[in-house]
């Protein structure tokens, strides 16, 4: 972060602070459809440890957030088995702002709008840092896996395939 930038204040940082997370700052230039390799690339940090938050839905049309690898890929048929759903898929970008508060590229799975079950692929846990979004695009928080554990009581699942 350039010193004369100073990180924003967003939902999700309002969110860390009240639940006492530990957490560093992170701004980047963001780049449309970039994804998670621009900012690894901009971080200088490996794509494995820039956290995904992915807001899909069931066959009922019933939100839920993913938590997944910036270079993997999820399983949406794996993860309907283990959430007992029939069909999972990814929801439309006006859909997922309407859902968690949060334009896409910037979703953040702290201080979500309402409520959603959060689903976190379970490797995530053996990294001691991971980077997820702040709230906004181009932002960044680094945060340890455990802290996402205790604040938001993710399911832990696993549901990670290879990106194509």
Do not use: W
């Not at 963001?30 to 901009?42: K, Q």
Request: glycine content about 8%.
């Amino acid at each position: 972060m350039k010193p004369e930038q100073r990180a924003p204040e967003t939902p999700a940082t309002l969110f860390l602070r009240k639940h006492g997370v530990a957490h560093s700052d992170h701004l980047y230039a963001y780049e449309e459809h970039g994804g998670t390799a621009v900012s690894a690339r901009e971080l200088n940090v490996p794509e494995h440890c820039v956290i995904k938050t992915l807001v899909m839905e069931d066959e009922a049309a019933h939100p839920l957030i993913v938590l997944m690898h910036g270079d993997r890929q999820v399983s949406t048929k794996e993860l309907a088995r283990q959430v007992d759903a029939k069909k999972i898929s990814p929801c439309t970008p006006e859909t997922a702002k309407r859902h968690t508060g949060y334009q896409v590229g910037g979703t953040s799975p702290f201080g979500v709008k309402k409520p959603l079950l959060i689903c976190m692929e379970k490797s995530i846990l053996d990294l001691p840092l991971v980077y997820i979004n702040g709230g906004q695009r181009g932002y960044l928080v680094g945060v340890h896996p455990h802290d996402i554990l205790r604040v938001l009581a993710p399911r832990v699942v696993t549901v990670a395939k290879a990106s194509s």
